[in-house]
């Protein structure tokens, strides 16, 4: 497996910006495609966003579509998610985490295999 740890989460006003990094050790970076998942407080976890091995090819959750960008740097072994234009209903623990199995990544937490720990974001209204 791969190891995973989140960074730059905290707190900003809404309408504010953060950008989320997961840097990965062990396991191949570039052989892993990558996600972002959150989860608010007294819900299941959500997909985020993804992005496959070599970046080309990116998806989104309806919710963030527009706001949030996932992006990679295999060189730096790292993953980041920009947030722009938060909202209070984007606070939550966000997570990365990695697909050592499809070129093509899913919304699908059980396609995962590797996650980290975490990092929390709180937008404040």
């Known amino acids: 497996q791969v190891q995973l740890v989140e960074s730059g989460g905290g707190l900003v006003e809404a309408g504010g910006s953060l950008r989320l990094s997961c840097a990965a050790s062990?396991?191949?970076?570039?052989?892993?495609?990558m996600g972002w998942f959150r989860q608010a407080p007294g819900k299941e976890r959500e997909f985020v966003a993804a992005?496959?091995?070599?970046?080309?090819?990116?998806y989104y959750a309806d919710s963030v579509k527009g706001r949030f960008t996932i992006s990679r740097d295999n060189a730096k072994n790292t993953v980041y998610l920009q947030m722009s234009s938060l909202k209070p209903e984007d606070t939550a623990v966000y997570y990365c985490?990695?697909?050592?199995?499809?070129?093509?990544?899913?919304?699908?937490?059980?396609?995962?295999?590797?996650w980290g720990q975490g990092t929390q974001v709180t937008v404040g209204s």
């Open positions: 985490a990695a697909d050592s199995t499809r070129l093509t990544p899913t919304m699908r937490e059980a396609t995962y295999d590797s």
């Open positions: 062990g396991r191949t970076f570039s052989g892993n495609a």
């Open positions: 992005i496959s091995r070599a970046g080309w090819n990116t």
